[in-house]
Nanobody, 119 residues
Framework: QVQVAESGGGSVHPGESLQLSCTASGDIFPPYALGWHRQAPGKQREMVAQMTTISDPDYAESVKGRFTISMDKSKHTVYLQMNRLKPEDTAVYYC?????????????WGQGTQVSVSS
């Protein structure tokens, strides 16, 4: 099985930056995808940024130009550099690991890390 764990959340003021990290562990076999999703209270979870071991990143329109996702394949770790943070970025950020298997899509989620942006 595969598990993922996030870290790096915190409370910041608008315009400041944070970097989130997520490391996958267990029976990991490329290709796979690692990405970031977020959920604010009362709202549905939304994709923020994701990438696979063999493809370019994909970003939500609301974060393009501000957030950057990157992956260290040797460490099975994905990062999310968040710059020029806005109050609307406030949410719990979850790391997602997924693979496409013959029997279908398999995925697992981290526990989440809180990001709060306020003045």
């Amino acid at each position: 099985q595969v598990q993922v764990a996030e870290s790096g959340g915190g409370s910041v003021h608008p315009g400041e930056s944070l970097q989130l990290s997520c490391t996958a562990s267990g029976d990991i076999f490329p290709p796979y995808a690692l990405g970031w999703h977020r959920q604010a209270p009362g709202k549905q979870r939304e994709m923020v940024a994701q990438m696979t071991t063999i493809s370019d990143p994909d970003y939500a329109e609301s974060v393009k130009g501000r957030f950057t996702i990157s992956m260290d394949k040797s460490k099975h770790t994905v990062y999310l550099q968040m710059n020029r943070l806005k109050p609307e970025d406030t949410a719990v950020y979850y790391c997602r690991y997924s693979v496409s298997q013959l029997t279908g899509l398999w995925e697992t989620w981290g526990q989440g890390t809180q990001v709060s942006v306020s003045s």
